[in-house]
């Protein structure tokens, strides 16, 4: 996920250092841990150079472990993003690989309270195992896109869905339209809204609904980032804003101009 945010901000991935803390260290459980982060680091192009292990008995369940970690990346001022996002500029999306380490607090919930993981997917995934898929990385492509200098601005959908992550890389005066007929999102994310019986912009606010990446893109570069990934969508427009963003007043007028600026315009 750190990788992730470095390359959306026009870094390249340099090294990543882990915390690791449980209630007791069983080194096999230990080294599975370890292994599932050195190949991450590998697919990400960066190097696992150090560490904190912490056993710390009473403070966690049995065979419970909290992990966090963090990195670092290289990146010249004119490199760094957003850069140029003007209006024309193409939203190109680029597929998630399920519903990467976000939206969690939800899914334990409907694990939980529901009989979403009862039933598989149409194609026999395990409800589990669809939410268990291992965050994308999108380094290769992106470093490949940001050394061709084709791209303007770049926002990994994490936490606060595309609401809160694509404002990131728009200017104050421009805003995003997307078109929501150009991808289907895919089955997991059905079935959770089903499950939760919420409105799809909750959704949007809180999923990435199969597009981990979304990138502004010059008209006549669009084909040329296409070709970077098969699976690549054209899913809106940079356009301009049509009110200024709210900068002050009511908590009910910071809301509607939140709802208005943040929607999926159509």
């Keep these: 996920m750190v990788a992730n945010d470095l390359v959306a901000s026009g870094a ?6 882990d915390y690791l803390a449980t209630d007791q260290l069983i080194p096999s459980r230990v080294e599975d841990v370890v292994r599932g982060i050195a190949y991450g680091c590998r697919e990400a192009q960066m190097s696992l150079i150090g560490g ?23 990146a010249s001022r004119e490199q760094l993003l957003p850069q140029g996002v003007q209006t024309g500029d193409v939203l190109i999306g680029l597929p998630s690989s399920g519903v990467h380490s976000n939206g969690f607090s939800l899914v334990r919930a409907l694990l939980a309270e529901t ?12 409800i589990r195992t669809a939410l268990l898929t291992p965050t994308r990385l999108y380094v290769k492509p992106m470093l490949r896109l940001l050394k ?20 990131r890389l728009l200017p104050k005066d421009l805003a995003a339209r997307f078109d929501p007929q150009a991808w289907q999102w895919p089955e997991i994310f059905q079935r959770i809204q ?6 799809d912009d909750e959704m949007r606010k809180t999923f990435n609904l199969g597009i981990g990446m979304v990138l502004a893109v010059a008209p006549e570069n ?32 910071k809301a509607d101009c939140f709802r208005f600026w943040h929607r999926f315009e159509l």
Excluded: C
Aim: net charge negative; aromatic share 8%.
């Design 12 to 17: 390249t991935p340099l090294f990543f250092l």
């Design 52 to 74: 904190e292990t912490a056993e710390m008995p009473g403070m966690y369940p049995q065979k419970h472990y909290d992990l966090a970690g963090f990195a670092v990346g290289l």
């Design 115 to 126: 009989n979403f993981g009862m039933m598989p997917l149409s194609d026999g995934t395990e």
């Design 148 to 167: 061709a200098g084709l791209l303007h601005g770049a926002a990994h959908i994490t936490g606060g869905g595309f609401t809160e992550n694509v404002p």
């Design 194 to 199: 089903q499950a939760a019986a919420i409105s």
């Design 222 to 253: 669009v084909a040329a980032v296409l070709q970077a990934d098969p699976h690549a969508k054209r899913i809106g427009q940079v356009v301009p804003r049509t009110q200024p963003r709210w900068n002050g007043g009511s908590h009910d007028q």
